[in-house]
């Protein structure tokens, strides 16, 4: 797995897989499902709070990535792909119950996000590459807590024991990379700043 975004390179056994999916390998898509499902789940779930929708979104989002299975450039991670879709997604379920008046607490800050343009894979290219770019960023340390956290759905826990540091530690580089990525996002692309909304609702 490439981690969140940038700094982990796929393998050349993931290589391969996506080179069959792309060919229209329905195996290799199961593969791809059972690889990133539930860390794609998670991340949605954090966002819309809800197991029925979340599990929708989840589906749709997966349905995209077969729908879009041509286009996959095999230099980025599917992973990364599927976050930036799966967080589009969330976030249009968001917008869509703030307007219908029953989204909960974190309303507030969704208001304030522009709508994005429309979604398509060079849409979804370039949110990549700018949440690359940020993640890029930040120590190495910091980026495998938040990779751990993110994309392999580690409890903070789990990552402490894993990387020997403690709970608070992990909490507080979370914190400081989430910090970090909106402060960068919203200083260099303020157009984009909508990208940096998952990060204000997934990290305790």
């Known amino acids: 797995m490439a981690g969140i975004f940038y700094f982990y390179p796929m393998t050349m056994d993931e290589q391969q897989v996506v080179r069959e999916f792309k060919a229209g390998s329905h195996s290799a898509f199961e593969q791809l499902y059972n690889q990133y ?24 989002v997966f349905a995209v990535l077969w729908t879009s299975r041509e286009k996959i450039d095999l230099a980025q991670s599917v992973g990364n792909w599927l976050f930036v879709v799966s967080y589009h997604k969330s976030l249009s379920f968001l917008k869509k119950r703030l307007r219908e008046n029953i989204v909960p607490a974190i309303g507030s800050a969704i208001a304030d996000i522009p709508e994005e343009p429309e979604m398509d894979e060079q849409f979804y290219s370039a949110q990549l590459e700018l949440l690359n770019t940020a993640v890029g960023h930040l120590p190495l340390h910091k980026q495998r807590v938040f990779r751990l956290y993110h994309f392999e759905n580690k409890t903070f826990d789990e990552i402490a024991q894993e990387l ?26 303020p157009h984009a700043v909508g990208l940096s909304l998952l990060l204000l609702v997934t990290i305790p």
């Open 37 to 60: 499902s539930a860390a794609v789940y998670a991340n949605i779930f954090k966002m819309v709070r809800q197991q029925d929708l979340a599990e929708d979104i989840l589906q749709d």
């Open 164 to 189: 020997n540091l403690s709970v608070s530690s992990v909490k507080f580089y979370l914190k400081q990379s989430r910090a970090f990525i909106r402060q960068y996002v919203g200083g260099h692309f």
